[in-house]
């Protein structure tokens, strides 16, 4: 990689380039970012999507109801489960068995985190624990805080030399449904997006008791002798379809921009501050040789992976919040999937 590609910051000391803001870390390389060096297609790619999903997240506060506000909600902790259950615990550490359907259910949900394919998510996080917090770490914040949260997944060439070699997904690659994953990822979201945006209809029609009343009105006009009835009632009628039609378009758009693009913006980020925070603030219980940290408001918003320390001293564990406080809200899922028979061979 040339030297070039590399901005040292003002002021720094020789092979340092400071620390982050509050913390201990001392960042020791900086990696130019967005100009300097070569963007690939893969990265065109990510970034494309990734403000594109931004954009529908500002354009969400224009088109706010309660209804929406819960089913983006309960959409994004089941999307949040399967990065958290599936990619992370499930595909990545093997912490325990699921029957294969629920294995690939809750993979899939993972799919519409939009945060790539399961081999490709598993393969950069199996480097992460390998190389932590060295040169060869895709993602740590001693390139920088910016870079460790989400600036590595512009730069598809630097990642494969650090991440490049045998692969260590060889379990996920011989299976044709994550190969099929793969080869269509970005496909799924868009569809999701796609149901999302039409299921918005839908969803402001169900149990809308003014639809029938239309249709009863319609009905009656056929019966109705009185001209100047007939026209009130279709005047009525008229304000009450531009009304209507005006709520649907309200909520479909609501839905789309809510439940398609805060859905995922707000999994990016939770995902993106396990990589920066846990390894930059928070205690270290645990003498893992590398930087992560247990952050306990971390792990309220991740349901759990802020329990970051614990983690790197168990790799396979499924439990991260090991002490009885250390709320860990997909170890709780785990185990309840567990007493219902679903889930086997928890280490």
């Avoid at 040292?8 to 380039?17: E, H, K, M």
């Avoid at 985190?113 to 996080?125: E, F, G, K």
Wanted: aromatic share 18%; proline share 3%.
């Amino acid at each position: 990689m040339a030297d070039d590609e590399y901005a040292p910051l003002s002021g720094a000391d020789p092979g340092s380039f400071g620390k982050i803001l509050l913390s201990d870390v001392v960042v020791r390389r900086r990696r130019r970012v967005f100009w300097g060096r070569k963007w690939n297609s893969l990265d065109i790619e990510n970034a494309v999507g990734i403000l594109a999903m931004h954009v529908l997240c500002f354009c969400a506060p224009f088109y706010f109801t309660w209804t929406l506000f819960w089913v983006a909600y309960g959409l994004s902790v089941v999307t949040g489960l399967g990065i958290t259950l599936s990619y992370h615990r499930n595909l990545s550490h093997r912490s325990f068995k699921l029957p294969k359907w629920l294995e690939y259910f809750f993979a899939y949900c993972g799919v519409q985190a939009l945060q790539r394919d399961p081999i490709y998510w598993v393969s950069i996080h199996r480097h992460h624990h390998q190389f932590c917090d060295s040169e060869r770490d895709p993602h740590s914040p001693t390139e920088g805080f910016w870079f460790s949260h989400m600036f590595w997944l512009f730069d598809a060439n630097y990642i494969t030399e650090k991440c490049g070699g045998p692969s260590n997904v060889e379990d996920l690659e011989k299976q044709p449904f994550y190969k099929f994953m793969q080869d269509t990822y970005f496909l799924h979201p868009i569809a999701f997006g796609v149901l999302l945006y039409a299921g918005g209809i839908s969803l402001s029609c169900m149990g809308n008791a003014r639809l029938l009343t239309l249709f009863y009105q319609v009905f009656l006009y056929k019966y109705e002798s009185n001209p100047t009835m007939v026209a009130v009632q279709c005047n009525m009628l008229s304000s009450k379809l531009t009304a209507l039609f005006g709520e649907l378009r309200y909520h479909y758009y609501g839905s789309f921009f809510r439940n398609l693009g805060v859905r995922i913006v707000l999994v990016f980020h939770i995902t993106w501050l396990v990589n920066s925070v846990s390894h930059i603030w928070g205690k270290q219980a645990w003498n893992t040789g590398d930087l992560s940290r247990n952050n306990w408001w971390l792990a309220l918003l991740t349901i759990g992976e802020g329990w970051h320390n614990n983690h790197h001293a168990f790799a396979y564990s499924a439990k991260h919040g090991l002490e009885w406080w250390q709320i860990d809200i997909t170890w709780y899922v785990i185990r309840f999937l567990q007493a219902i028979g679903l889930a086997t061979d928890l280490k």
